[in-house]
């Protein structure tokens, strides 16, 4: 199902918690980088960026960055930013399982369950259209949620009230889509009393490994991520 990512982010979930203002957002992103410091390579390739909090910590620690994102609210920030302190960092906005990207990386990251909006087949569409970006040796860093995990041991929330920048926001699940592979959710802004459909795509370490081994990715490293009821995997190109 088509999900209008830019409503989703104003409606339901809030892009600025995804922005360099965030301190929550830069303080985990600069944790997740000390933490996996040997697999950042000199040049490193964010999609799905957000607000490009990644760019600026790696930028202050010798990296060059590009970013990618789908979300004009994410990419207008991170570029307005960018200008306002003179960062060679660079934003491009796009669908990354469409849109061609210049230029060869030594990491690519792929942060904060951004997976979430990703099938299975947009995620080997991804695979495709960034297999030009990635050289042997190259690595993979990403996190995600695993959601059949989460459902075989009940801890769907099927119902959910939760406060985002102090509005109520109700979201209910409305149904699976099992030939996708989709949660279909639907999210109502009380204070906005406005609607939006959302999406999230069922991944767990059995369906993404294999994947990522058919595309010529090795796994390297698996570890919990509690933040996300899921996994930091990083693989490498053979
Ligand atoms: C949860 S945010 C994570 C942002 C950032 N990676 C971080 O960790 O702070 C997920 C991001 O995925 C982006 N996104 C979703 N579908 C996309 C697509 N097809 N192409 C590029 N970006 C996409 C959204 O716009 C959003 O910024």
Redesign the pocket.
């Known amino acids: 199902m088509k999900v209008n ?1 830019k409503k989703f ?1 104003r409606i339901s ?1 809030d ?1 600025k918690r ?1 922005l360099v203002s965030d301190k929550k ?1 830069f303080n985990s ?1 600069k944790k997740l980088y000390q933490s996996n410091k040997k697999y950042f390579g000199k040049k490193i390739l ?6 490009g ?2 760019g600026f910590i790696l930028e202050q620690k010798g990296h060059s960055y590009v970013g ?4 004009p609210d ?1 990419i207008n920030s991170a570029k307005r930013y960018a200008r306002e302190i003179k960062s060679k960092n660079k934003f491009i906005i ?4 469409k849109k061609k990207i210049a230029g060869k990386f030594d990491t690519i990251t792929f ?4 997976l979430a ?2 099938t299975t087949f ?1 995620f080997v569409d991804l695979l495709e259209n960034i297999e030009s970006n990635t050289h042997k040796g190259t690595y993979f860093i990403i996190d995600y949620r695993d959601v059949v995990t989460i459902l075989f041991e009940k801890k769907w929330k099927e119902r959910m009230i939760e406060k985002k920048r102090g509005e109520k926001v109700l979201s209910v699940t409305k149904g699976f889509d099992s030939k996708k592979g989709e949660i279909i959710k639907e999210v109502f802004n009380e204070a906005q009393k406005k609607k939006v459909k959302f999406v999230h795509a069922v991944w767990a370490p059995f369906i993404l490994e294999p994947i990522m081994n058919l595309s010529g990715w090795k796994l390297v490293k698996r570890k919990p991520a509690p933040y996300w009821q899921g996994w930091l995997e990083v693989y490498k190109k053979r």
């Not at 990618?68 to 979300?71: K, L």
């Not at 942060?111 to 951004?114: A, D, M, T």
């Open positions: 990512i982010y979930e892009f995804y957002r992103l964010d999609i799905a960026c957000g607000g909090v990644l990618i994102d789908i979300n994410m796009g669908d990354v399982t942060l904060g369950n951004s909006h990703f947009d």
